[in-house]
């Protein structure tokens, strides 16, 4: 039985091009291949944190280009964070000066009202020529008693 594939030649649906699933998966980090459930009840912030580190991993040593975006992926789900912070930014060599890491940091799911971050939220350090976008997450903090209609 075959139970790695990453350097398998494979097609797409509808497409042409052959290409191992080591550089498909390289697109894209998933934050469920890092154990995050999606049930709005487990706290996934470890998960997170490992998908954030496989991200800069890319980044840095598997020869991606710094202008390539990276991807860092939600699919649907209520992601709970419990109340955790993430903080993405670039490696910073002895000098101080940014290093290696991608121009354009990209966190993605797919839309604002599947793939929902709950009890949480992300910092981006950024510096000149490298910029980070958000887009198709929905963010979510559920009311508790001690909350206020302020």
Known sequence: MVTNLDKAGLVSFET?????????FAEKVNVRDF??????????????????DRC?????????????????YFPPGR???GNTQFTVKPSLSEGGLARRGPALTTICGDGPAVSIIQNGGFLFWTTAGRNAEIFNLGFYRPRTGSDTDN
């Open 16 to 24: 042409s091009t052959e290409r191992t699933l080591e550089d498909r």
């Open 79 to 81: 992601y709970d964070c």
């Open 35 to 52: 154990g995050a459930k999606g049930d709005g009840v487990t706290d996934v912030s470890d998960a997170i944190k490992l998908a954030i």
């Open 56 to 72: 800069i991993d890319l980044w840095e040593s598997n020869g991606l280009e710094p202008s390539n975006p990276a991807v860092l």
